[in-house]
């Protein structure tokens, strides 16, 4: 009679698969929790101890860990001297193993979670049993996802299981055990930067295509949760994103994420924030940012840290927008942006610090892993290295600035004034020409005559503080750095224009 041994801890479709197995003449054999769910539902059944000859024990840690299990899991059946030792140990053959996990992953997320209640769901015999069936599946079928159960039963139905579809669901069992291994190793490291990195993602969704339409494209999300992840905003409304909407919102979530202390507004375009607005009320904050940039902000992601009014709403419907992004809008809000279809309409907190974590980027053959640049301005870091001294509100001023640019791409210069970006330098091969652009969209602004510059690093020479000071800038703010700082210094002295380090680096590449 051909077995099936079902020991899960997700219990979902678990009855009707049984079933179903039962209406197939296999013999169930079954575990703990499981067995007492098919024995509930009137299923023949038969305990996994009257199989193995030994009480589950030790709490349950040991129950399938036994060669009558894995005998009859591992003996391949094209090989005679593998059948003739299984039959003189009295051990049964196993045909499908139906096993999902302890719920670690779910356990972890709990926030009052000790760590003994965690080691306590790491599984040991559901991987183990699974391994040996995904080795074994040219004669095991191992199903480890519920979502897989009604494809199972009719491939069994129908003989439908060729040794292609077969090696499908293996390969689906060893991510599943790599997958849960990995989380377990990265929930017990301890070390910054161990040996062999694990990393643990499952399958968001799958893209249109990647950056152009010749490249193909899936998400993928980290299995621990994240503040500020794009993957877990809610889609209130508008198409499905696609792989550059979800690069720029992810860009976009990053720089509000430094700027909660006040009602702000980011527009970007193409990684580089095109705007960044801050004031007393969203729609003043609304209008410094669109008025930083009208014309970058088309077809451009915005995102806002506080609920969206109707006054706002309407001003943001006015343009092309691909994805707006908020922490809750009001309904009238709602209904205004809804009128337009395709916009992406976005839901999620906006209101806690990004974690300390490490972002991870590919290089060819690679990735490179760091820290992630979470350095928060601070006018206590600031050093007035110039003779002028910066008002009041060009110190607030410097600070907004600095801010900004650590999101804009090196060489990155920001021009700023009064809670509002004015002109945004980004990914030039030198500094000054940098400057220039961003000086250039800035002295066509209103705000302009108060206009002080930030750079993401120290300037290697002075012709970036002499051409800043000689079109208009007030006051700079740079990391500070260079063997060449005395020069840039001078240089301020000569013009009369205030000259702060920062001693805070912000490369973005």
Same mark, same amino acid.
């Given at each position: 009679?051909?077995?099936?041994?079902?020991?899960?801890?997700?219990?979902?479709?678990?009855?009707?698969?049984?079933?179903?197995?039962?209406?197939?003449?296999?013999?169930? +054999?079954?575990?703990?929790?499981?067995?007492?769910?098919?024995?509930?539902?009137?299923?023949?059944?038969?305990?996994?101890?009257?199989? !193995?000859?030994?009480?589950?024990?030790?709490?349950?840690?040991?129950?399938?860990?036994?060669?009558?299990?894995?005998?009859?899991?591992?003996?391949?059946?094209?090989?005679?001297?593998? *059948?003739? &030792?299984?039959?003189?140990?009295?051990?049964?053959?196993?045909?499908?193993?139906? +096993?999902?996990?302890?719920?670690?992953?779910?356990?972890?997320?709990?926030?009052?979670?000790?760590?003994?209640?965690?080691?306590? #769901?790491?599984?040991?015999g559901g991987p183990s049993m699974l391994r040996s069936a995904a080795k074994n599946h040219a004669a095991v079928l191992p199903i480890v996802d519920p979502a897989d159960y009604p494809q199972a039963i009719e491939l069994l139905k129908n003989d439908g299981l060729t040794p292609a579809v077969?090696?499908?669901?293996?390969? %689906?069992?060893?991510?599943?055990?790599?997958?849960?291994?990995?989380?377990?190793?990265?929930?017990?490291?301890?070390?910054?930067?161990?040996?062999?990195?694990?990393?643990?993602? !499952?399958?968001?969704?799958?893209?249109?295509?990647?950056?152009?339409?010749?490249?193909?494209? &899936?998400?993928? $999300?980290?299995?621990?949760?994240?503040?500020?992840?794009?993957?877990?905003?809610?889609?209130?409304?508008?198409?499905?994103?696609?792989?550059?909407?979800?690069?720029?919102?992810?860009?976009?979530?990053? +720089?509000?994420?430094?700027?909660?202390?006040?009602? !702000?507004?980011? !527009?970007?375009?193409?990684?580089?924030?095109?705007?960044i607005g801050q004031a007393d009320t969203l729609f003043e904050a609304w209008d410094k940012a669109f008025k930083a940039d009208d014309i970058s902000i088309f077809g451009g992601v915005v995102v806002?840290?506080?609920?969206?009014?109707?006054?706002?709403?309407?001003? *943001?419907?006015?343009?092309?927008?691909?994805?707006?992004?908020?922490?809750?809008? &009001?309904?009238?809000?709602?209904?205004?942006?809804?009128?337009?279809?395709?916009?992406?309409?976005? @839901?999620?907190?906006?209101? @806690?610090?990004?974690?300390?974590? #490490?972002?991870?980027?590919?290089?060819?053959?690679?990735?490179? $892993? @760091?820290?992630?640049?979470?350095?928060?301005?601070?006018?206590?870091?600031?050093? $007035?290295?110039?003779?002028?001294?910066?008002?009041? +509100?060009?110190?607030?001023?410097?600070?907004?600035?600095?801010?900004?640019?650590?999101?804009?791409?090196?060489?990155?210069?920001?021009?700023?004034?009064?809670?509002?970006?004015?002109?945004?330098?980004?990914?030039?091969?030198?500094?000054?020409?940098?400057? %220039?652009?961003?000086?250039?969209?800035?002295? $066509?602004?209103?705000?302009?005559?108060?206009?002080?510059?930030?750079?993401?690093?120290?300037?290697?020479?002075?012709?970036?503080?002499?051409?800043?000071?000689?079109?208009?800038?007030?006051?700079?703010?740079?990391?500070?750095?260079?063997?060449?700082? #005395?020069?840039?210094?001078?240089?301020?002295?000569?013009?009369?224009?205030?000259?702060?380090?920062?001693?805070?680096?912000?490369?973005?590449?």
């Open positions: 009679m051909k077995r099936a041994l079902l020991s899960v801890s997700d219990k979902t479709g678990l009855v009707e698969l049984a079933q179903s197995l039962h209406e197939l003449d296999y013999q169930l +054999v079954s575990t703990g929790g499981t067995l007492k769910v098919l024995a509930a539902a009137n299923l023949p059944v038969t305990p996994i101890d009257e199989i !193995t000859g030994f009480p589950e024990m030790l709490d349950g840690r040991v129950k399938t860990l036994h060669p009558n299990v894995h005998g009859g899991l591992l003996a391949r059946r094209d090989l005679p001297e593998h *059948m003739a &030792t299984i039959k003189e140990h009295g051990i049964e053959p196993i045909d499908v193993v139906v +096993v999902n996990l302890y719920p670690f992953k779910e356990t972890i997320a709990k926030p009052d979670v000790t760590f003994a209640q965690a080691i306590e #769901q790491i599984d040991i077969r090696r499908q669901f293996a390969a %689906k069992v060893f991510q599943h055990t790599a997958a849960y291994d990995s989380l377990i190793a990265n929930y017990l490291t301890t070390e910054t930067y161990p040996e062999n990195l694990t990393l643990s993602f !499952t399958k968001y969704d799958a893209l249109r295509y990647g950056e152009n339409a010749h490249q193909s494209a &899936t998400a993928y $999300v980290s299995d621990q949760p994240e503040n500020y992840s794009i993957l877990a905003a809610e889609v209130l409304h508008g198409k499905k994103l696609s792989y550059n909407n979800l690069r720029d919102a992810d860009a976009a979530l990053r +720089v509000i994420a430094d700027f909660n202390n006040k009602p !702000t507004v980011v !527009t970007l375009k193409h990684m580089n924030p095109a705007g806002l840290n506080r609920e969206v009014d109707l006054e706002t709403a309407q001003a *943001m419907h006015k343009i092309f927008l691909e994805i707006i992004i908020a922490p809750s809008y &009001t309904e009238e809000a709602f209904t205004e942006l809804a009128k337009k279809k395709n916009l992406r309409l976005l @839901q999620l907190p906006i209101n @806690q610090p990004i974690a300390a974590k #490490q972002d991870v980027v590919s290089v060819l053959g690679g990735i490179l $892993v @760091q820290d992630r640049d979470l350095v928060t301005e601070d006018l206590a870091d600031f050093k $007035v290295v110039s003779e002028a001294q910066p008002t009041k +509100v060009q110190l607030e001023a410097l600070v907004f600035a600095q801010k900004a640019v650590k999101h804009v791409k090196s060489n990155a210069i920001i021009v700023a004034a009064n809670g509002q970006t004015l002109g945004v330098g980004a990914g030039q091969p030198n500094r000054i020409d940098s400057v %220039k652009i961003a000086i250039d969209h800035a002295q $066509v602004k209103p705000a302009f005559g108060e206009a002080v510059l930030a750079s993401d690093a120290f300037f290697p020479m002075n012709d970036s503080v002499e051409y800043a000071a000689t079109h208009g800038i007030t006051a700079i703010v740079e990391p500070g750095g260079s063997i060449k700082d #005395q020069d840039s210094i001078d240089k301020a002295n000569e013009l009369g224009i205030a000259l702060v380090f920062s001693n805070n680096r912000h490369f973005k590449h």
